[in-house]
């Protein structure tokens, strides 16, 4: 039996009065307004981590509002297609992998950690195992990932010592480019390859991304845990070992887990935190852990009250989000090699045309499913989810009639994938960090304003895009929030108090070098008529 809505001793008036400060809001709405010490905004990872964190150290006394009939966030999977008995698979719209397992003795990630505590299965990817295919059909262009390897080995220390020495950050095409990696724009083949080896982890081009922090981001993961990365096939999909956490603090049909719940408006300040819904009612609480996806904060789906402040808002405008779409397909029969992996595709005019296609056909995976799925992103991605199911099921089957030139290709008995940008929960797939964006700047959009919280992969410095990221960083805004509930004492002061920000941030270069030395062919911003 868990404890709800009981009072804490050292807030106990949160659980019998009003939130101070927005009393008359709440009464004018209608509908009921309950009352908590803290409202978790979202079920996703990010969430439910922060309220497990919050229930081991003995605050019980939390509401989850989620937008979704479901918990699990952006890891998420649907019925497709049919197996020999008529039984639908199980496939993922979102995260998909457990990436960097652990190494024996070292680290292990907490996702892996999940995985195996609640029995999920995964397959190992092997990137290695990998086709390369054109137009023409099958060619082997295996030699330009050999290429892109040496220069990435190159790279990644020089992004390396940009970071710890504090120098200007590049894009990841001029950091690969300075190493040796240069695919000309019309080089097809080495597209495919620069598309595979940066995009399909990023979710956008090289041109779009930090060296320093992409390249970062990566490393901490592949060299703190590990290179290998696991495929989830789970029939009970990859949020089972999100469903498992919960079940450890929340009993079923729990009233704490508010599902189905649309977030209005989010009315903050010194005293605390009143969450709005679109139902009339609301929510008044001591603190607030806002778990939203970048996309969410980006399109203005919720207000604040008052206006988040400028520093918050440029941060969040700041970084991007990226749009990363599995395309599943499946056929009356297995017509690709039934050996490989990976297939990937070099478009003859449009890079990350249908670039990356993936077999579950395969032993391990869902043996004689007759399922491949192909991967877009971006722009591309973007292009699918505004046509139809039957325009992107011919562009895919003529493509694989370009791959496999000699075989009948047959048109597909079903198809399926998601319309990340639209979903007004997500908006999108995961983050990324643009060049030229500093750590600053990032803690910005991590930190918090006054007793309003924010978690989530976009949060995470050191795991940006993964969903062991939004794990650390749901746990650590528990941990910060029962330090400040428990006054900041003992072991709790370590992770006690607000999130460092930074109110202004300043350029690199000073006012006093813009001028004619340095080929500033004005002499002042303030006076365009000097002569």
């Not at 903050?268 to 679109?278: A, D, L, P």
């Amino acid at each position: 039996m868990f404890l709800r809505h009981l009072p804490l001793l050292a807030l106990g008036a949160w659980a019998t009065q009003p939130v101070a400060g927005y009393v008359s809001q709440a009464r004018d709405q209608e509908g009921t307004c309950k009352k908590t010490t803290v409202a978790i905004l979202g079920a996703g990872i990010s969430g439910i981590s922060a309220a497990q964190t919050l229930s081991n150290a003995s605050m019980h006394d939390f509401l989850i509002l989620e937008y979704r009939d479901r918990i699990g966030g952006r890891a998420w999977h649907e019925n497709f297609g049919k197996d020999k008995d008529g039984k639908p698979y199980v496939v993922e719209m979102g995260a998909n992998w457990v990436q960097g397992l652990g190494n024996p003795g070292g680290p292990e990630n907490p996702i892996w950690t999940l995985a195996k505590e609640f029995g999920l299965q995964t397959t190992y990817s092997n990137y290695s195992n990998i086709s390369t295919y054109n137009r023409d059909g099958y060619r082997d262009y295996s030699h330009l990932l050999d290429e892109y390897d040496e220069a990435y080995d190159v790279a990644s220390p020089a992004a390396g010592r940009i970071l710890t020495e504090n120098l200007q950050d590049q894009t990841a095409k001029a950091g690969l480019a300075l190493a040796g990696w240069k695919p000309k724009s019309h080089d097809m083949e080495a597209q495919a390859v620069d598309w595979w080896k940066w995009d399909f982890e990023s979710a956008f081009a090289p041109l779009e991304s930090s060296f320093v922090f992409g390249v970062a981001s990566s490393n901490l993961t592949s060299n703190q845990f590990s290179d290998e990365d696991n495929f989830v096939t789970d029939q009970r999909g990859f949020n089972t070992i999100i469903k498992g956490m919960a079940s450890k603090f929340l009993t079923e049909d729990d009233p704490r887990l508010l599902l189905n719940t649309k977030i209005t408006n989010i009315t903050y300040g010194r005293e605390g935190v009143t969450v709005y819904s679109s139902d009339g009612n609301c929510v008044q609480a001591a603190y607030a852990i806002c778990t939203f996806s970048l996309g969410v904060l980006q399109n203005d789906v919720v207000t604040f009250s008052p206006e988040l402040p400028e520093w918050k808002k440029t941060a969040i405008q700041m970084f991007t989000i990226g749009t990363y779409t599995k395309i599943f397909l499946q056929f009356n029969e297995t017509f690709w090699p039934t050996d490989t992996q990976y297939f990937l595709y070099a478009d003859p005019t449009t890079r990350g045309n249908y670039p990356l296609f993936q077999s579950l056909s395969i032993d391990s995976f869902h043996p004689r499913s007759n399922i491949i799925f192909v991967t877009v992103t971006n722009e591309l991605a973007r292009r699918v989810e505004r046509q139809s199911d039957e325009q992107t099921k011919k562009e895919i089957v003529d493509v694989l009639r370009n791959m496999f030139p000699d075989v009948d290709v047959p048109e597909p008995t079903d198809i399926l994938y998601p319309r990340w940008s639209t979903e007004p929960w997500a908006y999108g797939s995961y983050s990324n960090w643009p060049m030229g964006t500093t750590l600053e700047m990032h803690e910005n959009l991590r930190a918090n304003t006054d007793r309003l919280w924010f978690a989530g992969e976009a949060t995470s410095q050191s795991y940006f895009g993964f969903l062991h990221g939004a794990w650390f960083e749901g746990r650590d805004a528990g941990r910060r929030i029962s330090g400040l509930l428990k006054g900041c004492k003992g072991r709790n002061s370590t992770v006690c108090g607000p999130r460092k920000r930074y109110p202004v941030l300043h350029g690199t270069s000073p006012l006093a070098d813009y001028s004619f030395v340095n080929g500033w062919e004005v002499s002042s911003f303030y006076d365009s008529n000097d002569d």
